[in-house]
């Protein structure tokens, strides 16, 4: 491990010097992108994962020297995989720079499977609130993509959490809508028995007999 880090930091100086360096900007920023994703990866083998994602988001940064925004994103998300091992914040930080790279370009689908990774994370961190607003826009960057199936696991994270929070009308809501939504859907519809139990479930829960009542009612007909 000793001499990986050796290198990677052999790697990380030469970069540092090709960067404050003379030479033409393209190239000095193109040959310290090489020198960076070196030095990154000899400290990945390290398991130095704190200086690994570092190095990445040393990298990401050139590449946005040379306008290439795609690979800068890619970086950000090497980086918050280092992350994740050591430093929620640090993870969360670096798939949000991701994000953003991504909406801009119009790459929906990274977006949302990068905001769906925060949203992950910060359920871990039991931060609900968060969890669910980066759980929301996933669903709503799936759904501009027209992945229907993703965004609708993101709503039902949604909504599990909603009701471990006891905000049962908003779970039932989303239970319903996914439900709705699945029934016309040969490779969704499987599921909108488990989806409308749930619903009932949150129903039972807030205890008014008469939405109880009705929304079985309701379910009973959906399921004809």
Do not use: P
């Amino acid at each position: 491990m000793g001499d990986h880090i050796r290198r990677g930091e052999e790697f990380e100086k030469k970069a540092d010097k090709k960067i404050n360096g003379w030479g033409l900007l393209g190239s000095k920023y193109e040959d310290a992108a090489d020198l960076l994703t070196q030095s990154a990866n000899q400290f990945k083998l390290a398991k130095s994962w704190d200086k690994a994602g570092s190095v990445f988001i040393k990298l990401s940064n050139c590449h946005l020297k040379l306008d290439s925004r795609h690979e800068a994103a890619t970086a950000y998300v090497d980086a918050a995989s280092c992350y994740k091992k050591t430093s929620t914040k640090g993870a969360i930080s670096c798939y949000l720079q991701a994000v953003d790279i991504y909406v801009d370009m119009g790459r929906y689908s990274n977006a949302a499977k990068y905001c769906k990774e925060i949203g992950d994370l910060y359920e871990l961190e039991q931060n609900s609130d968060k969890a669910i607003m980066y759980f929301e826009k996933a669903a709503d960057y799936f759904e501009f993509q027209e992945s229907n199936s993703l965004a609708n696991k993101c709503k039902l994270k949604v909504a599990e959490i909603s009701a471990q929070l006891e905000q049962y009308q908003k779970a039932i809501q989303i239970y319903e809508d996914v439900a709705r939504q699945s029934l016309n859907n040969n490779l969704l519809k499987y599921g909108v028995r488990g989806h409308l139990l749930n619903a009932g479930i949150c129903q039972l829960c807030r205890g008014d007999v008469v939405a109880i009542t009705n929304a079985l009612e309701q379910y009973e007909v959906q399921l004809l």
